[in-house]
C-alpha cells in the first residue's frame, strides 16, 4: 500500500479519535490525537501557573515541554516530560482550559512542527481541528467530521461515565460548544472544513458504518488495498 496520510478534523466529541483509532488498526497506520498535545500543553500549563497573557512565561514554559506518543495496550498514551498523562488530560478541568491555550500561537508553532515531523515519511492517521488546513494541507484524504450536539454530549458523558467520572450533562455540553466557539472564531488556524475535505454527519451512524464509509474512501485512493 502506498504512503498515505489521512487528516480528520472536526468539532469537539465528534468521534474523531474513535474513526482515527479503527482506521489505524485496519490499515496498520500509527494514529496521533493532536488534541491530546494541546490537552498536555494546557496541563503544564495549569500545573506550572503560566500566565497566558504574559508572551514569556508562556515562551519558557514551552522549551520545558517535551511531549511524544507511546503504544501501551490500551492505545496510544500521551507523555508529558516522560509522565503518561494520558488519563489526567481527559478531565473536565483540562478541557475547560484547553480551547484558551490553543489560541497561542507559540503553543500552536510548537505543536504543528511536532506534528509535521511526525508525518515524515510514514504512513499516518492524524485528528484534530486543523490537519487539513494548516498541518497537512496537501493530505491524501481529508474527512471533516459533524454530529448533532446533543448526540455529542450524551457519547462524551458516556465516556466519561466508563471512567467513572460521574459529569453532569448540560456541563459537558456547554464546554463542547464553547470549546466550537473559541476554535472556530480563533485567528490562528481556526477550526474550518478544508475545501477539498469530504463532509461526513454521523449523528445517525454507528461508529463501524462510520469507518466502513472512510475505508471506501480510502480503497478508491489506493487500488491495492485489500480489506
Ligand atoms: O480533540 P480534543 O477535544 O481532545 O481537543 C482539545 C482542544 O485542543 C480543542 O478544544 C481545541 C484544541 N485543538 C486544536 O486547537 N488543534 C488541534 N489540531 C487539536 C486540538
Redesign the pocket.
Known amino acids: 500500500m502506498k504512503r498515505m496520510i489521512i487528516a480528520i478534523?472536526g468539532y469537539?466529541?465528534c468521534g474523531?479519535?474513535t474513526l482515527a483509532k479503527a482506521l489505524g488498526k485496519v490499515l496498520h497506520f500509527a494514529y496521533i490525537?493532536?488534541?491530546?498535545?494541546?490537552?498536555a500543553v494546557t496541563l503544564y500549563f495549569l500545573r506550572h501557573s503560566v500566565d497566558l497573557n504574559d508572551v514569556k512565561q508562556v515562551q519558557n514554559a514551552l522549551a520545558n515541554i517535551e511531549i511524544h506518543f507511546e503504544r501501551q495496550k490500551t492505545g496510544n498514551h500521551v507523555f508529558l516530560n516522560g509522565e503518561d498523562i494520558e488519563t489526567e488530560?481527559r478531565k473536565m478541568y483540562v478541557?475547560e482550559s484547553?480551547?484558551q491555550?490553543?489560541?497561542l500561537s507559540d503553543v500552536?508553532r510548537q505543536?504543528v512542527r511536532l506534528?509535521q515531523a511526525m508525518g515524515q515519511r510514514r504512513s499516518l492517521i492524524m485528528?484534530?481541528?486543523?490537519?487539513g488546513t494548516v498541518?497537512f494541507p496537501k493530505a491524501d484524504l481529508k474527512i471533516f467530521l459533524t454530529a448533532d450536539p446533543t448526540i455529542r454530549t450524551k457519547r462524551r458523558v458516556d465516556e466519561l461515565k466508563s471512567k467513572g467520572q460521574i459529569i453532569d450533562f448540560e456541563a459537558v455540553k456547554q464546554n463542547l460548544l464553547e470549546?466550537?466557539r473559541?476554535?472556530s472564531t480563533?485567528s490562528d488556524?481556526p477550526?474550518r472544513q478544508a475545501e477539498d475535505a469530504i463532509l461526513i454527519d454521523n449523528t445517525q451512524l454507528t461508529p463501524d458504518e462510520q469507518l466502513q464509509k472512510v475505508l471506501e474512501l480510502v480503497a478508491v485512493l489506493d487500488k491495492q488495498l485489500v480489506f
Open positions: 478534523d469537539s466529541a474523531k479519535s490525537d493532536t488534541g491530546a498535545m494541546y490537552r488530560i478541557s484547553v480551547s491555550v490553543a489560541v500552536r505543536m506534528q485528528d484534530g481541528r486543523d490537519i498541518v470549546r466550537d473559541i476554535d480563533r488556524s477550526l
